[in-house]
């Protein structure tokens, strides 16, 4: 049985056979947090915070002059 630990919260995610060879993004299923992991032979072999975490970008509007 293959876990690895979430990077954010330390909650253990079992990732189960499917994943002995698996590289793409993974899901918390606590604290919702995505990660890409990739996981060769039942191995962890690295692990990264994903760009996208779910929050919507923020939009910066440019100000207009007030005159
Ligand atoms: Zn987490």
Redesign the pocket.
């Given at each position: 049985m293959n876990n690895v630990h979430?990077m954010?919260?330390g909650?253990a995610i079992d990732l189960g056979d499917a994943y002995n060879d698996y590289e793409g993004p993974l899901r918390?299923s606590?604290?919702k947090?995505l990660m890409m992991v990739r996981v060769e032979q039942g191995h962890l072999r690295s692990m990264a915070a994903s760009p996208q975490v779910g929050a919507a970008p923020k939009v910066q509007r440019s100000q207009s002059p007030t005159t």
């Open positions: 979430c954010f919260c909650h918390c606590v604290c947090s």
